[in-house]
C-alpha cells in the first residue's frame, strides 16, 4: 500500500483524488495548505507527494524547494491547471519529479505515481561492473550512489535514474522520446519538457560549468548522450 499525501486547496478536486486514490488501494492522508503539507511530511514520511501549485500562502514550488532541502528521494508529483511551458519547467527546476496537468482522471493520477515509485526503485540497465568511473565522477550501481570529487551528489529520483541510464551506455545518443520511456516511463508521444528540465537539473549538480557539460552532452535536433569524456 502506498502512504499518498495530497496537498490541494480545492475542496472538490481534494476530495475526489482521495477518492480515487483510496479506491485504489492508497493510503492517502489530504491536507489545505503548503504549511500543513510540510508538517504531515515530517510526521509521517509518505511515500509520494502530490502537489497542488496554486495554493493559499505558501505556494507549491517553495513547498517543493523546502522538501528537497532536506530530501532528495522523497518523490513528488505536481499537479496544476497551469500546464504553459514555463510554469512545467519551473515546477520541474524546483525539484519536482514529474508534472500532471489538471484536470486528469485518477488513472492518470495512478499511472505517474507508479512511474515515479518506480524510479525511486531504479529499475537501472544492467552493468557489467557495480561501480564505474568517468573522469572525477564515480557511479556505483549496488549502492546507488553518485560521487564527485570522492563526495557524494544529492540526486532525486529521476536524476539518479536519467545518469545511470545514459551512463549504461557512453557516446550512445538518446532521443528525448527514447529518454522520456525509458527514464520518465511515459509511453505516449510526450512531453519533452520533462527531460530538458531533468536534464538542466542534473548538469547543476554533476558538471563544472552546466553551460559547457562534460557528461550529459546534447546531441543538436535529437538528445543527449553521455560523454565524450
Known amino acids: 500500500m502506498t502512504r499518498v499525501l495530497l496537498i490541494e486547496d480545492d475542496e472538490a478536486v481534494r476530495r475526489g483524488v482521495s477518492l480515487g486514490l483510496r479506491?485504489?488501494?492508497?493510503?492517502?492522508?489530504?491536507?489545505?495548505?503548503?504549511?500543513?503539507?510540510?508538517?504531515?511530511?515530517?510526521?509521517?514520511?509518505?511515500?509520494?507527494?502530490?502537489l497542488d501549485l496554486m495554493l493559499p500562502g505558501m505556494s507549491g514550488l517553495e513547498v517543493c524547494r523546502r522538501i528537497r532541502a532536506f530530501s532528495q528521494v522523497l518523490p513528488?508529483?505536481?499537479?496544476?491547471?497551469?500546464?504553459?511551458?514555463?510554469?512545467?519547467v519551473v515546477g520541474l527546476e524546483s525539484g519536482a519529479d514529474d508534472y500532471v496537468v489538471k484536470p486528469a482522471s485518477a488513472e492518470v493520477i495512478e499511472a505517474r505515481m507508479r512511474a515515479v515509485l518506480r524510479r525511486v526503485?531504479?529499475?537501472?540497465?544492467?552493468?557489467?561492473?557495480?561501480?564505474?568511473?568517468?573522469?572525477?565522477?564515480?557511479?556505483?550501481r549496488t549502492a546507488l550512489r553518485v560521487l564527485k570529487h570522492g563526495t557524494e551528489v544529492a540526486l532525486a529520483p529521476s536524476e539518479r535514474k536519467l545518469l545511470l541510464f545514459l551512463s549504461a551506455s557512453p557516446e550512445r545518443t538518446y532521443s528525448r522520446q527514447q529518454l522520456?520511456?525509458?527514464?520518465?516511463?511515459?509511453?505516449?508521444?510526450?512531453?519533452?519538457?520533462?527531460?530538458?528540465?531533468?536534464?538542466?537539473?542534473?548538469?547543476?549538480?554533476?558538471?563544472?560549468?552546466?553551460?559547457?557539460?562534460r557528461y550529459v552532452q546534447t546531441v543538436r535536433g535529437f538528445g543527449y548522450r553521455f560523454g565524450p569524456l
Do not use: C, N
Open 121 to 140: 526503485a531504479l529499475a537501472q540497465p544492467e552493468a557489467a561492473d557495480d561501480r564505474a568511473f568517468f573522469g572525477d565522477l564515480e557511479i556505483d
Open 76 to 88: 513528488i508529483v505536481i499537479l496544476s491547471a497551469r500546464g504553459d511551458d514555463v510554469d512545467v
Open 180 to 213: 522520456l520511456e525509458q527514464v520518465w516511463e511515459h509511453t505516449f508521444h510526450g512531453d519533452y519538457r520533462l527531460v530538458d528540465a531533468g536534464v538542466m537539473r542534473l548538469r547543476a549538480k554533476i558538471e563544472d560549468d552546466p553551460r559547457r557539460p
Open 23 to 50: 479506491r485504489r488501494g492508497h493510503e492517502t492522508t489530504a491536507v489545505a495548505t503548503g504549511e500543513q503539507g510540510l508538517a504531515e511530511v515530517s510526521a509521517s514520511l509518505p511515500d509520494l507527494v502530490l
